[in-house]
């Protein structure tokens, strides 16, 4: 029994903005069996851009009703039933929002389209709802508007149904909760009902209660239930077949998640995440002072016992980022690990070097260079603490940064009193450095937007 769902918002924020339409249509895996749609006042102005998409006034909606005027409608149509939706995070999150502004904890299994349709018909070039539907003759009667899209959606639901019986054979695995039926009979499934859609970390345990994995997630409900269904591989399948318990630590900041499942992967070794302990990035650069007291770089395998300056996934990579540190800086291929010499090295044969390779240039004007290449890199050579959400609204997490070395983790609560930059240094969890947590952290700070970040 699936609820098919689409709506339209006043922009792309589910902590910011505001439904203004929703269309829910029930379906029984064969047909259509009941249908809800209706704007919905958001309470709040739509911008000329979001009316230029949508067709959808704020004339249009200031009789409609309030999101919570038709709350309870929605809870009844969808209980019991699979969300569906086009890219369902997103009308998702908008939805358990409206729901947490209520106070009512909103929850349904979810199945997106979007990730069905990549699936089930690989090889189009988007997988958006105009042009899935365009590469699969669905007309869209009402284009960005709830009702349109929604029933778009339901035609594209139908032929995903149709494709997956192709595939399985029979009827469609879409249409029958095979889960529970697969899952070790020791495993107590009520437990999987209150594991929450909030960033943290998880550990499955075999029936000797053997930690075998360790994951973590930004939304722990969803991912668990991932595993749990997972038939992808061999693999995957052995594994969800041994897990004989659960548990969950919420973090607050996916960042935090991160940290720590690295962290307790080292330790702990369980046997299903062997991926995890071989990281990707195998090679770094590194840096040392020799015994003139020249700043030195070197390329070369990670190991236990250096901290790198950056990290790759590849000896060339790491060379060739050297390479051109050595040209960006006029700095000596010998004492950066790529010229072999007892003498001068042929950059300062050539001229181009300052003479460093045979005590030329003094340490002190050659290090400013240098340091110059280590300053490349994310946050080297640098104190300060990165600053992320919490647990609730209240709370913050802060992960510290000595020297560009990470320093550890912790929590506060930014009502405390005498709340200051010594509430965020006590409150940190030391712990060590290493070339995986460099990685997860620059990885991080390059393709995430934290709250802030606090130099000291």
């Not at 006043?10 to 910011?16: D, E, M, P, R």
């Not at 959808?56 to 009844?76: D, G, H, L, S």
């Not at 007892?342 to 340490?363: D, M, N, R």
Request: proline fraction near 3%; include cysteine; charge should be neutral.
């Amino acid at each position: 029994m699936y609820a098919i769902i689409d709506i339209e918002t006043t922009g792309g924020s589910a902590q910011l903005e505001k439904i203004t339409e929703i269309a829910v249509y029930l379906h029984d895996g064969n047909e259509i069996t009941g249908e809800f749609v209706s704007l919905v006042n958001p309470e709040r102005n739509i911008p000329y851009f979001i009316t230029n998409l949508t067709g959808i006034t704020n004339e249009m909606v200031e009789n409609a009703p309030r999101f919570y005027e038709i709350a309870k409608k929605i809870i009844e149509l969808t209980e019991g039933r699979t969300f569906v939706a086009h890219n369902a995070r997103f009308d998702y999150s908008f939805i358990r929002q409206e729901y947490k502004s209520l106070g009512f904890n909103f929850k349904r299994s979810v199945l997106d389209t979007v990730a069905l349709s990549r699936k089930l018909i690989p090889g189009h070039k988007s997988y958006s709802l105009g042009n899935i539907c365009k590469d699969l003759n669905i007309s869209i009667n009402g284009r960005h508007r709830a009702a349109g899209d929604a029933f778009a959606t339901v035609k594209l639901f139908e032929i995903l149904i149709s494709r997956d019986i192709e595939i399985n054979g029979g009827r469609s695995p879409l249409l029958k909760n095979t889960r529970v039926s697969k899952l070790n009979p020791n495993l107590d499934v009520s437990k999987i009902d209150s594991i929450p859609d909030e960033p943290g970390i998880y550990y499955f345990y075999n029936d000797k209660r053997d930690l075998i994995y360790i994951g973590k997630s930004r939304n722990l409900q969803q991912r668990i239930a991932t595993h749990l269904s997972n038939n992808s591989t061999n693999r995957a399948m052995e594994m969800r077949d041994l897990i004989a318990d659960i548990d969950w630590e919420t973090t607050g900041s996916e960042l935090i998640a991160l940290l720590k499942e690295s962290y307790e992967i080292k330790i702990n070794k369980p046997v299903y995440n062997r991926a995890q302990r071989r990281t990707g990035f195998q090679w770094a650069i590194f840096s040392f002072y020799d015994q003139n007291g020249y700043l030195n770089y070197r390329y070369g395998q990670i190991n236990d016992n250096e901290v790198p300056v950056s990290v790759f996934t590849s000896k060339e990579k790491a060379k060739s980022k050297l390479g051109s540190l050595v040209e960006h800086y006029c700095l000596c291929q010998k004492l950066s690990g790529l010229y072999e010499t007892e003498g001068a090295c042929f950059h300062y044969q050539v001229g181009i070097c300052k003479g460093a390779c045979i005590g030329k240039e003094s340490p002190l004007d050659y290090n400013e260079r240098a340091l110059k290449g280590i300053e490349e890199f994310v946050f080297a050579r640098r104190n300060f603490f990165i600053i992320d959400k919490g647990h609730d609204q209240d709370e913050r997490c802060a992960v510290k940064i000595v020297n560009g070395k990470y320093a550890g983790y912790g929590y506060f609560n930014i009502n405390d009193m005498g709340f200051g930059l010594t509430a965020v240094h006590e409150c940190i969890k030391p712990s060590k450095d290493n070339s995986d947590i460099q990685a997860i952290l620059k990885q991080y700070l390059r393709s995430n937007k934290v709250e802030k970040i606090i130099e000291f």
